[in-house]
């Protein structure tokens, strides 16, 4: 059973950087993707970067290609998301996500069936 833990969040100023960790429990057997997801107050749950674990591929959401970068450390079972540039509207509670059999990236949270607590981000001006 995989269980998924952040940690990394916190309040920075605009133009800084943060890098989050998820903390992978479990057996990751055969075809997982994980991914980030955030939600803002008010706003649906929001795709932002996901990775295949086996391969490494990765996929990242337009609104933060260029500034944001999904990693893994397969050693650890620990995922990443360096995040540059951090502007106001990055605000938000950051989820990292599970998704096994699969090796699509997909940017659909129902695709996700374990979830994080989420960490806090919040980027002030």
């Known amino acids: 059973q995989v269980q998924l833990v952040e940690s990394g969040g916190g309040m920075v100023q605009a133009g800084d950087s943060l890098r989050l960790s998820c903390a992978v429990s479990g057996t990751i057997f055969g075809r997982f993707v994980l991914a980030w997801f955030r939600q803002a107050p008010g706003k649906e749950r929001e795709f932002v970067a996901a990775i295949e674990w086996q391969g490494g591929s990765t996929d990242h959401a337009d609104s933060v290609k260029g500034r944001f970068a999904i990693s893994k450390d397969s050693g650890k079972n620990t995922l990443y998301l360096q995040m540059n540039r951090l502007k106001p509207e990055d605000t938000a509670v950051y989820y990292c996500?599970?998704?096994?059999?699969?090796?699509?990236?997909?940017?659909?949270?129902?695709?996700?069936?374990?979830w994080g607590q989420g960490t806090q981000v919040t980027i002030f001006t």
């Open positions: 996500a599970a998704a096994s059999g699969t090796m699509n990236l997909d940017g659909s949270p129902r695709a996700y069936n374990k």
